[in-house]
Each structure stands twice: as C-alpha cells, then as structure tokens.
C-alpha cells in the first residue's frame, strides 16, 4: 500500500538543513540500503549530487546500466525523461525515483504528445503520409512521444547514434519527421548534405506548422521546433571571440547547438565524444567547449595539463537538473529506508511496450557500431 503523506517523511524538514549534514545523512542512508539501490548522474548534474552517484554518464548510458543491476530502487539525479527511459528500460520489480518532481527538460516540454499527433494528422490529410515518412525523436522526449514513434515505425536516436539512424531511414524511407531538437536535426541532417530548403520547421502553435502543403510535400526532413535551452545560449560570436583570445583552442561543442554556432566550431559530437576527445588529446591541448558547465568544469578538474574553457563566459547551466541538490536526494534515500517510496515514475504498461519498440529499433540498428 503506497505510504500517505502523514507517513512519509516532510521534504520541507530536509530544506532548512546545511549541505554537510545532507552529505553525512546520504552515506548513512546509502550504506544502510546497499545493493538495493543504485544512484544514477547524468553529466550536467551538480558535483554535490554527483559526489554520491554511484554510475555517471549520459541518459541513456545510465538506464542500461541500471537495468544491468539488482538494485531494487534506481534514484536519478536526471530530469524527468531520464527517469521514464530508465522505467521503461529497467527490469519489471525495478522502481525509479526522481528526488524532485520538477526536474524537467525543457526541450522536452516542447513537444507533448497532443501536439505531435495532431501534426501526423495534418500531415495526413494533406497527403504527406502517402509516401514513406519516419517519425524520429531524440531521447529528450516523453515516453508517449517514444511510444509514439514504436507505433508509426520510428525510432529513438542519440546524440551519440543520430548519425547511423539517419543514414539508415534516409535511404529507407522518403522523408523524416524529427522531435523535438530542431538543431540535432539540422545538424545531422546537415551531414548528410540535405539542404536547408529541403529541411522544413514544424511550429506546433502555427496551421502545417507554419509551412505551406508545398513546403511540407518537398521537405526530405520536417524538424519539430524544439531546443535546448542551454545549449542555445551558445552563439556564433562566441566562437569568433574565443578564437581570438585564445590562438590554438579547438572549439568544441554538442549537436543542440545551434547550425551556426556548429558551422564555425571544429569539432562537434554528443558528451561521450566531448569527454572522450579531451581525454584523447595531448598534454597542453587547449578546448573551447559548448555544452552544460558541470561537465565542463569537472573536464577542467580532471585534466589540469589541459586548457579546458567553456565557450561562452556566462553561466550555461542545466537549471532544472539543478534542482535536484543533496536536500531531495537525502529526502528520496531516507523515505526509502522507511520504505516509503517517494517521487516514483512509473510509465503505464501500453507506454511503455510501445517506447520499448522504438528503443529496441535503435539498439537492434546501432549494435556493433
Ligand atoms: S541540458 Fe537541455 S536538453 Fe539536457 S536536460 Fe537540460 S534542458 Fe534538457
């Protein structure tokens, strides 16, 4: 029987408390919990939060990896999506938990699934569906948009593998409807030399997403208007500007970048490339890079030979993972030792067979690469 409110334990007593206690309070609660539960990081999440992760990575890095434990409890130091893709790709008597309800994305809230059916419906009736198209959206998305994708013959894509995906539905289908990162989109659709006049926007508040029947017939790719509201701050001036102070830097930076900040930077790749591009590079190498500040501070604490900077100077930082600090986390860990499981995310069963379609596409397609 789910615990009442009068029975869990107060979040509100967790706030007033210092850091220093949340930190001890955690390693008791951890170590009294042992195996059973396992404490996911993404990368862009606070050091003092990532201090008591037990695995860190990418979203869905971290998923597949707690499905690989027994852990009973998978506590995630994420936002919102995350949780539901580790749900949806746990074991069955796994149960998840975000240690705050309002850490959300909001590239994913860009897109809700009314919105998105409601555009297949127009592409429908004006006969866009007659020919082959995908919908394809980017692990930044709910499950009922995964789900979505796993009933109409799509598949979910990385930043990691949105380049053999594309490569495989390009040739496969006659055109791609992507969600909701406009510029991973662009940007991967841009590798494959299609044409900024053959890529079409979707407006999800504008008729045709603001494209006329012409625009929508002819467009090879239809980019849902969604970003990354961190990744946008990073602009082509930047770029210019780093390059001039700093003679030598590789500039560096994520596909949610937008086009022309990625046009003019060397090198761009998903934050599995980003780490591991700095981590490959010679003693005294010196990087600009565009993406969320925690990854690229810890870059700068772990490779001192290095000349880490982030691009821009003002402060590019996942504001909704942030919520999460150790306050939540001690609150999740201590209501669990009580066993009061606070803050699940559970993705209905129908949800979650048909997500589990579209992930499943991806892993059977991007295996071995
Ligand atoms: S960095 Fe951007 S895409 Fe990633 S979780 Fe934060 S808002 Fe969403």
Same mark, same amino acid.
């Given at each position: 029987?789910?615990?009442?409110?009068?029975?869990?334990?107060?979040? +509100?007593?967790?706030?007033?408390?210092?850091?220093?206690?949340?930190?001890?309070?955690?390693?008791?609660?951890?170590?009294?919990?042992?195996?059973?539960?396992?404490?996911?990081?993404?990368?862009?999440?606070?050091?003092?939060?990532?201090?008591?992760?037990?695995?860190?990575?990418?979203?869905?890095?971290?998923?597949?990896?707690?499905?690989?434990?027994?852990?009973?409890?998978?506590?995630?130091?994420?936002? &919102?999506?995350?949780?539901?893709?580790?749900?949806?790709?746990?074991?069955?008597?796994?149960?998840?938990?975000?240690?705050?309800?309002?850490?959300?994305?909001?590239?994913?809230?860009?897109?809700?699934?009314?919105?998105?059916?409601?555009? %297949?419906?127009?592409?429908?009736?004006?006969?866009?569906?007659?020919?082959?198209?995908?919908?394809?959206?980017?692990?930044?998305?709910?499950?009922?948009?995964?789900?979505?994708?796993?009933?109409?013959?799509?598949?979910?894509?990385?930043?990691?593998?949105?380049?053999?995906?594309?490569?495989?539905?390009?040739?496969?289908?006659?055109?791609?409807?992507?969600?909701?990162?406009?510029?991973?989109? $662009?940007?991967?659709?841009?590798?494959?030399?299609?044409?900024?006049?053959?890529?079409?926007?979707?407006?999800? &508040? +504008?008729?045709?997403?603001?494209?006329? +029947?012409?625009?929508?017939?002819?467009?090879?790719?239809?980019? %849902?208007?969604?970003?990354?509201?961190? &990744?946008?701050?990073?602009?082509? %001036?930047?770029?210019?500007?780093?390059?001039?102070?700093?003679?030598?830097?590789?500039?560096?930076?994520?596909?949610?970048?937008? $086009?022309?900040?990625?046009?003019?930077?060397?090198?761009?790749?998903?934050?599995?490339?980003?780490?591991?591009?700095?981590?490959?590079?010679?003693?005294?190498?010196?990087?600009?890079?565009?993406?969320?500040?925690?990854?690229?501070? $810890?870059?700068?604490?772990?490779?001192?030979?290095? +000349?880490? &900077?982030?691009?821009?100077?003002?402060?590019?930082?996942?504001?909704?993972?942030?919520?999460?600090?150790?306050?939540?986390?001690? %609150?999740?860990?201590?209501?669990?030792?009580?066993?009061?499981?606070?803050?699940?995310?559970?993705?209905?069963?129908?949800?979650?067979?048909?997500?589990?379609?579209?992930?499943?596409?991806?892993?059977?397609?991007?295996?071995?690469?």
């Amino acid at each position: 029987m789910p615990a009442t409110l009068e029975q869990t334990r107060a979040l +509100e007593d967790y706030l007033v408390m210092s850091d220093e206690e949340m930190h001890e309070r955690i390693e008791i609660a951890r170590k009294e919990l042992g195996k059973r539960v396992v404490i996911l990081g993404h990368h862009y999440q606070r050091d003092d939060v990532i201090r008591h992760a037990d695995l860190t990575g990418d979203s869905y890095q971290l998923s597949v990896m707690a499905s690989q434990t027994d852990a009973e409890y998978i506590v995630f130091c994420g936002v &919102h999506f995350m949780a539901e893709s580790a749900d949806i790709l746990g074991k069955p008597q796994q149960r998840v938990i975000l240690p705050d309800l309002g850490a959300g994305c909001s590239m994913a809230d860009m897109a809700t699934i009314d919105q998105v059916e409601d555009a %297949w419906e127009q592409l429908r009736d004006i006969g866009v569906l007659e020919q082959k198209v995908a919908p394809i959206t980017y692990m930044n998305a709910s499950a009922a948009i995964k789900a979505f994708c796993g009933r109409n013959e799509g598949v979910v894509c990385t930043s990691s593998n949105a380049i053999p995906l594309f490569d495989k539905y390009l040739k496969e289908y006659d055109k791609m409807f992507f969600f909701p990162d406009q510029h991973l989109g $662009r940007n991967t659709g841009a590798k494959f030399g299609i044409p900024l006049d053959k890529m079409a926007l979707w407006n999800p &508040h +504008e008729e045709l997403g603001g494209n006329t +029947e012409e625009q929508l017939h002819n467009a090879k790719l239809i980019l %849902w208007r969604g970003h990354c509201s961190v &990744h946008g701050r990073f602009k082509p %001036w930047h770029v210019d500007k780093v390059r001039k102070d700093i003679p030598g830097v590789t500039v560096l930076v994520h596909p949610e970048c937008m $086009r022309e900040v990625v046009e003019v930077s060397d090198l761009d790749g998903s934050t599995s490339f980003i780490i591991k591009t700095v981590e490959n590079a010679p003693s005294g190498s010196k990087f600009a890079i565009g993406t969320e500040v925690n990854l690229v501070n $810890r870059l700068q604490a772990r490779f001192p030979d290095k +000349e880490i &900077h982030l691009l821009a100077p003002d402060l590019c930082m996942c504001a909704t993972m942030y919520r999460i600090a150790p306050q939540n986390l001690a %609150w999740s860990l201590e209501n669990l030792l009580d066993g009061n499981v606070v803050n699940e995310i559970a993705v209905d069963d129908e949800t979650k067979h048909f997500a589990g379609i579209a992930l499943e596409r991806m892993i059977s397609m991007t295996e071995g690469r």
